[in-house]
C-alpha cells in the first residue's frame, strides 16, 4: 500500500468513526422513540369524502395504541408533482411506528381524484381503504359553508347557495358546481371498484359518527384488524360544541376537534331543498346498489 493511499484509508476510517458517534449520540438524543420505531407506507388510507369527517375519523382512531397516524393530508396519490417525488417521499411523511402498529393517512381529495385508486393499487393491492360519507345534501352545504366562511373572513362577496346549487338558465341542480359532483358518489365509488375487491373498502357512516362515534368506530377496529380498544371512555359529548370531543389513553382533559368543526349550516329554501332531494334520490339508490350499503339518505 502506498502511503497516500494508507492515508485516504485512515481518513476514511476516521470519518466512518466520527459519523458513527455522531449517529449514535443524534439518536440518543431522540430518547422518546423506541429502538424498533421506523417508517412505513400505511397499510390502510382514509379515501374520503370531504366534509363528512375524515379528520375526526382519524384523529378518534389515533387514541388507538396500535394505530399511528400521519399529521398531515399527505395528497400523494392526487397531486402529480407529489406523486412524482416518490414513494421513499411518501414514507418520509408517515409518522414513526412498531411492528404490530398499523400507519395511516388519509387525504380526502383521494376518492374523487381519477388517478389515485390506480396509484394506490400499484402501491399496495392489499391495503385496506376506509371511506366516510354523508348525506350527500349535508356534505354540499358543508362544503359550501366552508368556502363561504372563508370568504366572509376576507371580506370577500359570497353568492347565496341557492344561486350555486341550481343553474339560472335551466333552473335544474348545477353539475357544473363542484360539490354537488363530489356528492355524485357513484361515480366515484365505480373507479374504487375497477381497482379493489368490495371487502378491502370499509364504508364508515360519517353521519352515525356525529352522534354515537364509537358504534361506527369499533366496526372500523375489527376492519383494520386491531384489538378491541375504544369504548364509552374516549368520547366526550360536548354540549357547547354539540359534538364528541375525545379523551385520549391517560390524559384526565379532554381534546375537541378544531373550531372550523361544526359550523352552523345556512337552511335551504324548500324548493330548492326538494329539488336537490329530488336530484340525490337517483344517484343515491345507485351508490347503494354498486356498494351493497343501504343508508337513509333521502328521508330527511
Ligand atoms: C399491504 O396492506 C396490507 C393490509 O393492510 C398489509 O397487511 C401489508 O403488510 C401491506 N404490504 C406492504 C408491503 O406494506
Ligand atoms: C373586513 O371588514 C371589516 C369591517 O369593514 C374590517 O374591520 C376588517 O378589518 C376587514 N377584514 C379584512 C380581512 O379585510
Ligand atoms: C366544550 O368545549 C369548549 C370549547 O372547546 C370548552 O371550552 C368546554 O370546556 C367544553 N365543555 C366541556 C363540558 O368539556
Request: net charge positive; aromatic share 10%.
Amino acid at each position: 500500500m502506498t502511503w497516500p493511499t494508507a492515508l485516504t484509508v485512515t481518513v476514511v476510517l476516521l470519518s466512518q468513526l466520527l459519523l458513527n458517534a455522531l449517529g449514535a449520540a443524534l439518536s440518543e438524543s431522540s430518547s422518546e422513540q423506541a429502538p424498533d420505531e421506523r417508517r412505513v407506507l400505511p397499510q390502510a388510507i382514509v379515501i374520503g369524502v370531504r366534509k363528512c369527517g375524515t379528520r375526526a375519523l382519524l384523529e378518534f382512531l389515533g387514541m388507538h395504541p396500535q394505530i399511528k397516524i400521519a399529521p398531515d393530508e399527505v395528497h400523494f396519490f392526487d397531486k402529480d408533482d407529489r406523486y412524482e417525488r416518490g414513494l421513499e417521499w411518501y414514507r418520509q411523511q408517515m409518522p414513526m411506528s412498531s411492528p404490530g402498529q398499523l400507519t395511516m393517512e388519509k387525504s380526502p381529495a383521494y376518492f374523487i381524484s381519477p388517478t389515485a385508486p390506480g396509484r394506490i393499487q400499484s402501491m399496495n393491492h392489499t391495503v385496506k381503504l376506509l371511506v366516510i360519507l354523508r348525506n350527500p345534501i349535508t356534505r354540499v352545504i358543508s362544503d359550501y359553508t366552508q368556502t363561504f366562511t372563508k370568504k366572509r373572513s376576507r371580506n370577500e362577496s359570497c353568492v347565496p347557495i341557492e344561486d350555486l346549487v341550481i343553474d339560472s338558465f335551466s333552473g335544474e341542480v348545477n353539475l357544473r358546481y363542484k360539490p354537488i359532483d363530489i356528492s355524485i358518489y357513484h361515480q366515484h365509488w365505480a373507479r374504487w371498484m375497477m381497482k379493489f375487491p368490495r371487502h378491502q373498502i370499509h364504508i364508515v357512516d360519517g353521519d352515525r359518527m356525529i352522534v354515537d362515534p364509537l358504534s361506527e368506530l369499533i366496526q372500523v377496529e375489527r376492519f383494520l384488524g386491531v384489538k378491541p380498544f375504544l369504548t364509552t371512555d374516549n368520547f366526550m359529548f360536548n354540549a357547547t360544541r354539540h359534538f364528541y370531543c375525545m379523551r385520549k389513553p391517560g390524559r384526565a382533559t379532554e381534546h375537541c376537534l378544531g373550531f372550523s368543526k361544526g359550523r352552523t349550516h345556512p337552511q335551504l329554501k324548500p324548493t330548492v331543498h326538494q329539488k336537490l332531494k329530488d336530484f340525490f334520490r337517483l344517484h343515491n339508490n345507485l351508490f347503494y346498489q354498486l356498494s351493497g350499503r343501504e343508508f337513509h339518505w333521502d328521508a330527511t
